[in-house]
Structure formats: C-alpha cells, structure tokens
C-alpha cells in the first residue's frame, strides 16, 4: 500500500539555524511529491513539488527539499529558520495517473527566538 | 479572485442531525475533494470529484455523501452525524496538469462539533 511516513511530531529550531523536517515515502512507480504548510487555523498552503528532472527543488519562502530515490526520501530544508516559519508542515505523495493524494500526518515545526 | 471558498466556518451538530458543507472554486479546476483533519492522523480523504459529472470513495467515505453540482461547486452531506465525525473539514482544487503533478489548493475549512 501507498504510504508516506512524517517521522517527527514536532521539530524545534533556533532562529537562524538551519532547518529539515524529514518526510519518507513507500509507492510503486514514480511518485509526485508534494510540502505544503498550514498556519493555525487556515486551510493548507502550497509550498513545492517535485515531478522530474533536478533532484533538488526550490519552492516558496526560501523552502527548498531534496528528492532521493534511493532513501524515497523528500526532506523540507531552509538554509536560516524564521520564527514566522513555525507552522504545521504537511509532505504529500501523488501517483501518475491517479487523482489521490496521500498525506502525512504533519510536523509541527517551532522556531524560536 | 476568491480561490476555494468553504462554508459554514463552524458549526456544531446533535448526534442524528444533517447538515451540508458547501464548497465553491472560482479557478476553472477540474477536480475536487474533501478531506478531514484529525490530530495526529494528518488529512484523509473522505470523496472526490475528477471532473464534473463523476465522484469517487476516498479513504473514509463512510457516513458521508457527495455532490458535484456543476464545475465550481462541491457539497458534502453528513445525512446523520455522530460524534466521530467531529474533525475539521476542508475541500480543494486542482488544476489538470499532464503527468498528473497537479498541485492542489485549499479552501479555510469547516470546524464541525457534534454532540
């Protein structure tokens, strides 16, 4: 069965830091990966999405994540964390082909002052 | 240019009553879906529309029903709620892109309690 697996519940990280929230998946075939953050109470937001080509994807924010085929691994990076990037991050998988899309459960991510 | 558009914003329910979440995008999507958000199991898909005229079961379909009125519009009907169904509910677009890497967007969701 298609899943995708958001190891940590929460992540903390100090202002300026750099930051990875850690996202693997478990499909067959080529999957499309997506992040998406979502802030207290709003619905969720679009950050990037990896289709083909260049491993490494730069997204919204200063977001970027890393495709690796041979981890299925898609881990959400920023090179400095803000305090307004604490949020609620959401890695989603989407397979060719298909309408559905399967989540993760979430990482909270805290930044702090 | 409202994007998805939810309501009501929040709502609380006796066990046995319906109610129906509305849904509109003003974006051309073809497709849309409704999903619940519970704490720590992240979204799950309860129904989705591929195009207008079809739906299709999610991953928890039960104890809701779906319609898709025309291409902007996307209801869900909870014809007699319990207690399990409290969660938060949100609905989204998205567009047809070739090779299926469509990203999806969100409407602001709808907190239902029922009692």
């Known amino acids: 069965a298609q899943s995708v697996a958001q190891p940590e519940d929460q992540v903390n990280v100090a202002e300026g830091n750099p930051l990875t929230v850690k996202c693997t998946y478990s499909?067959?075939?080529?999957?499309?990966l997506f992040w998406y953050v979502q802030y207290p109470n709003r619905g969720l937001q679009f950050l990037l999405k990896?289709?083909?080509?260049?491993?490494l994807v730069k997204g919204s924010y200063g977001f970027e994540a890393e495709f690796n085929k041979s981890q299925t691994s898609f881990h959400l990076k920023k090179p400095s964390a803000l305090v307004s990037d604490s949020a609620l991050y959401f890695c989603a998988v989407k397979m060719a082909g298909t309408y559905k899309y399967i989540f993760g459960t979430g990482t909270r991510l805290k930044v702090l002052a | 240019n409202a994007g998805v558009t939810q309501t009501p914003k929040f709502q609380v329910l006796k066990t046995g009553q319906s109610m129906t979440l509305q849904c509109a995008q003003d974006?051309?999507?073809?497709?849309m879906y409704w999903y619940r958000q519970d704490p720590g199991m992240g979204l799950r898909l309860i129904y989705y529309?591929?195009?207008?005229?079809?739906?299709d079961k999610g991953e928890v379909p039960n104890g809701y029903n779906v319609s898709r009125l025309n291409k902007r519009e996307f209801s869900l009907r909870l014809e007699s709620a319990a207690p399990s169904q409290t969660s938060v509910y949100f609905c989204a677009s998205s567009p047809p892109l070739a090779g299926g890497g469509d990203t999806q967007y969100f409407g602001p969701g709808t907190r239902l309690t029922v009692l």
């Open positions: 974006m051309n999507h073809n497709s």
């Open positions: 529309s591929a195009s207008e005229g079809t739906t």
């Open positions: 990896y289709i083909t080509g260049d491993n």
């Open positions: 499909v067959s075939g080529n999957p499309y």
